[in-house]
């Protein structure tokens, strides 16, 4: 089992930055990936971003070099810094693993672009 909790999340002027968190615990060295996913209100959830094994990172075309993804040293914790938000990015972030022992999806934190 893997346990997800994202944090970060809050209210941000447009054109403003934030940093989400995902604390992983549990059998997280059974994760093979781990994903960034994003859903605004009557929307599909949508992916966000990766950092897979060795760090190689990976983004939806909308993000267009505004995001990274990263992750600390002992791999617990993956990152997401986002800057330049626009007001159509408000969305619950989702952070996501996936390895042998299956995928996990944590609770989400809510992010808020409004002036």
């Known amino acids: 089992q893997v346990r997800l909790v994202e944090s970060g999340g809050g209210l941000v002027q447009p054109g403003g930055s934030l940093r989400l968190s995902c604390a992983t615990s549990g059998s997280i060295s059974s994760i093979v990936t781990m994903d960034w996913f994003r859903q605004a209100p009557g929307n599909q959830r949508e992916y966000v971003a990766r950092?897979?094994?060795?760090?190689?990172?990976n983004y939806a075309d909308f993000v267009n070099g505004r995001f990274t993804i990263s992750r600390d040293n002992a791999g617990n914790t993956v990152y997401l810094e986002m800057n330049s938000l626009k007001p159509e990015e408000t969305a619950v972030y989702y952070c996501k693993s996936f390895g042998p022992r299956g995928e996990f999806w944590g609770q989400g934190t809510q992010v808020t672009v409004s002036s």
């Open positions: 950092i897979g094994p060795g760090g190689r990172t």
